[in-house]
């Protein structure tokens, strides 16, 4: 009778679990990533038990350039996930390319609803097993006060409600809520000048189950991208004289051997700033010799390469499915005391700030003394 | 995104000689009031003595008979009568769709009835063609005795449990993909959705199951029956159709083929081959033509490529590969294989689970160079598991490494296993791979050997 009041409530805690009646907290997150002079790689992350997201505004920094493509052009690559309340909550898993378009009737109706005058219309086009979803995202010019305080352009994307009863008009396809995405644009350049680039964003949900936006809990979150992202590494080399013993004519000598002691230290510096997290892994041709610092010897080898990998800020990702990659945006939560409130905002909460995080490499050739 | 996988709705197009015939279509009231609509195919010309033989032709899940037009025009064109109906719940038909069950298969016995009492149309050799979806009320109507002269089903489940809830655990993609297809049409399908998906009451589940399944029902059929079942199909594996090869009375015959719900297509290269067999099929056991299909070996499978196909006199013969899997982490690899392989049978992994919280499910997907070659998922519990892996028919070339994902859902690009944003951990200890493969690959590439 145990395992069958068990096995009820768990039953009961799962149909729970996906009723999206109640949801305890709105609390999104930005990260920003890419290199000095490349494409803006931007990830946002809703909690499962959050509100669903009614609006969404990215403020880009005018340090960054923000270009006009044609309709038609293909800006870059996709992911995202969103759950399903219509298949039990199950979480898809959606690929696709970001592209510019041509405004539409649907898209002018979406911007004109959600209260955007679009500068651009760009558009998420994904799919899942052929299946295919167009999300619009708005590129709105910035207000004087706006450009005040720092933004050159904004990125607007306006969902439609999932959690409204369904044939509810407008409602979520599949009563899909967005949990998280992940884009590349190649529209969006980043700066080459070294500095501490602060995006920031805006959040408004739906009321719960009414599919109105509830403008009193909107909230603010921040992505902080210190450029550039540097891995360095110096080494030391010292001539070493050790003596060996050796048989020759059956009888024993010593000889003089020359060894090489190599030093080497390496650290991950962002905007010339130690990283918050830093993971580094360093191998003398394919010997593993320590990590951020440390020293070996080189014996018998004119030289050595030496790798020197570092993962930094690395310790979350923005999901694209349930199973991570290691494409997946990576990022190192600042929290909430990272985060800045933008005095623009009038008092919005500040809740949230990110470091992307990403992947280094050095490679180096140590010669050893020949004598 | 009106479907989440392709899985469910399948439009089977075959080219169809062009030869004349008429149709004519219409509808028939069920004894409890549901209206099917039908398409009623006839060649030109009189009929012979004794009526044409006729097929009945079922189409697959969200679908409806317009779905089977190209089949039945193969079939009419060598000289069939050919029965096609859009299932309750399907189509322009009343009703709500059953999932092959027992109401469904009323339909099919009278429909069958009928369709073979027509002036036109035989008695007695009538056969059935049905795909997926129709492929199960082909097997159902089968075992409840559905007086089909032969039969032919194509991609489809004999255990509707094991296929979509393998030791308890939802094929999570592959059901939200035939609940979204049909759930509008199905208070049945609507009901049962969330458990569906979750896999919350794997009791309820079974019970569900079993009426809409032939599994304990095939050992009594008699009836010749032709199974084609795709290579790489991740809503209904080759273990689906192998049920029916190994354990029906009758005759039977078995083509492993190019085609397939997701990640295949319907139809495949192979189509052109599958249309013969499948007129070849009903010439003999309807029309009585000695055409020698029923004396060729039984089994057959298609290369990965190319038009390559071997026969087999039964069971293809099969050796367990054992491969260790390097690592403690969610994603561990094998060593290089020195020689090309081709997966056939059910292959497990066993793993030991260190510890786990939060944790529902266990997903692993085997991949080759990112390529998914099969899966499998159990409800973890500390200890040494064993995932029973699906079977399909995967070529792997000689130098590739074999990677094995665990997770809470299946590794991308594989979307059998969708996962909920669950929060669990887990931590895994040593795991080996039992891999059975065919001892001799069917499929043959350029320095393969």
Redesign the interface.
Known sequence: MKKKTAAAAATAVAALAFAGSAYASFAPKLVVGGTPGGAARIGVVVGNGDAPTARTTIYVPSAFTVAAPAPGTALGAVTATAAAGDLAGVVLPLTGELEAVAPTSTTAAIAQTCGVAPAQTWSLHVSVSGQTLDIPLFVEATTAAEQAAGFGAKLVVCLPPPDVPAGTPGRAVLGAKLLSATFTSSAVALPAAPGDYRWTSLWTPYVPGTGQPDAAVTVEAQALQRLPVKLTTVTARKRVVASRTVRSAGKKRKVKVVVTAVGFASAVTENATHAATATITTRAGKKRVGAAKGSFLMVGLKSTRLTVTAVYDSDSFVPAGAVRTPADLAFHDLGAPACRATALFQGVPCLDATTAGGRLADTLVVKAYAR | ???????ALVLFVWATPAQAFTKQGGVRTMADGTSLAYDLYEPAGSAPAGGWPGVVALHGLGGSKDDVASVAEVFVSHGYAVLAYSARGSGTSTGDVELAGPKEVSDEAALEQWFAGLPDVSDTNVGAWGISYGGGEVWNGLAAGVPYKAAEVVATWTDLYSALWPQDVAR??VV??L??AV?GRSPLVSAN??N???S??PAALRALAAPRSAYAHLPRITTPVYMFQGRIDWTFDVGQALNGFTRVAGPRKLYIGRFGH?PATFPGPDAGYVADQSVAWFDHWLKGEPNGIDTAPPLTIAAATGAGRTSFAGLPPTRALRLSLHGTG?RRTTAVLQRPLETFGTSTIQVRVRSLAHYPRLVA?VLAGGTPVTHGAIVPRAGRQTIRLANYVVYVAKGSRLSV?F??????PD?SY????DRGSISLGTAELALHVLSKPVTHTRGSK
């Open positions: 995104m009106k479907r989440v996988a392709a899985a999570s993609g939200a993909g609940v979204g759930a959705a969330a569906a998906i979750r919350l009451d997701s969610v997907t994902a997770g809470p859902s299946s590794a991308p979307l969708l996962g909920f944003g």
